[in-house]
């Protein structure tokens, strides 16, 4: 299947998810497209040893998601962000409104590591908690776990800027 | 709308930025060796087939210096070993006729006072 043309299908069909993924975890779009590049140089390599469209899906997801994690790692010394210290905007917006959308993915990108790629994994791909452990190699129990903490949390914050914004 | 549904939306997938595919694809048609990162490029360049020829070259001209060296040495010494034996042989030569030229004078049955010892550098010549 090691086609130019086979590569380039797959390139367009599956460029969303990765650079996605990469974007929403490191929430910094040329991160993102690094790391997006690099794993479709690597899937170059190894497309005729993946058998089908569903194998190549999750190959993607995987190594995608651990570039991502070490893309993280590398840049760990830099400054993070926490969730408590992200700016709250002056007026916040409506639901739905495309600023809200912004506001909640920086709050994404302060959960800790994997607790946040625990929320990219399911909210921006749909996957279930199973799903995810297969992903992540990580029990089911503990992908629950971090799934419901982090939920709190962004609930909690959410909530008080909602609060702050009826005052 | 619920939190789910909110962090649907705010993480729906999006579009890489403009010419992505391009970049990608431009990427993909380096050969991997060109790729490779800075430690295993020169590596790769270290074992390349000229780096090779280079290298066999350089330890034949070594060995045939070393060679040539050793035979003129070896040379320079037979010379010397060739020069040592000549002058012993001339030394023996001329000490043996100091002897014969006694026995003769002794069996003629004059006593003379004996012929001076010929000196080294009389033997040399």
Known sequence: METPEAFSQVLREHQRMVFSLAYHFLHDAALAEEVAQDVFLELNGKLEALESPAHIRHWLRRVTVHRSIDQSRRRKARPQVGLDEVQEPSSPPAVGDPLRDGLLRRLVAALPEKPRMVVVLRYQEDLDPAEIAEVLSMPVRTVKSHLQRSLDMLRRKMERMDGEARI | ?125
């Open chain 2, 1 to 125: 709308m619920n939190l789910d549904d909110e962090l649907r939306s705010a993480l729906k997938r999006q579009e890489p930025p403009a010419g992505f595919t391009d970049r990608v694809t431009a990427r993909a048609r380096v050969k991997p060796a060109e790729r490779r990162s800075t430690w295993q490029g020169k590596l790769g360049r270290l074992f390349s087939l000229r780096t090779l020829e280079w290298a066999t070259a350089c330890a034949v001209a070594t060995v045939l210096l070393v060679g040539a060296g050793g035979e003129y040495r070896r040379r320079q010494e037979g010379e010397r070993a060739k020069a040592q034996v000549v002058f012993a042989l001339r030394m023996a030569g001329s000490r043996l006729s100091f002897a014969q030229r006694m026995v003769l004078e002794l069996s003629s049955g004059r006593t003379a006072v004996p012929a001076k010892k010929p000196s080294a550098g009389e033997e040399r010549q």
